[in-house]
């Protein structure tokens, strides 16, 4: 399986949230990005990229 998991960096530390599991696609939207996971549910985030792991199948994401 190569999907990731996606979590939300607070602006004022490191700590991750995990905002959704078996992400699949990861697309920009006019506010955001817009996160659908293998299952077909989405979630849209006012959030930017911050970083990607591959490696460790993780998607970072900062509030905008």
Same mark, same amino acid.
């Given at each position: 399986?190569?999907? =990731? @998991? =996606?979590?939300?960096? @607070? @602006?004022? *530390?490191?700590?991750? #949230? &995990?905002?959704? #599991? =078996?992400?699949?696609?990861? #697309?920009?939207?006019? *506010?955001?990005?817009? &996160?659908? @996971? ?8 006012? =959030?930017?990229?911050? $970083?990607? $792991?591959? !490696? *460790?199948?993780? !998607? ?5």
């Amino acid at each position: 399986m190569c999907e =990731a @998991n =996606a979590y939300l960096v @607070n @602006n004022d *530390d490191d700590h991750k #949230e &995990l905002v959704m #599991e =078996a992400v699949d696609t990861v #697309e920009p939207v006019d *506010d955001g990005i817009k &996160l659908t @996971n293998i299952f077909g549910d989405q979630k849209f985030l006012k =959030a930017m990229i911050y $970083s990607l $792991s591959l !490696v *460790d199948h993780q !998607v970072i994401l900062k509030p905008t």
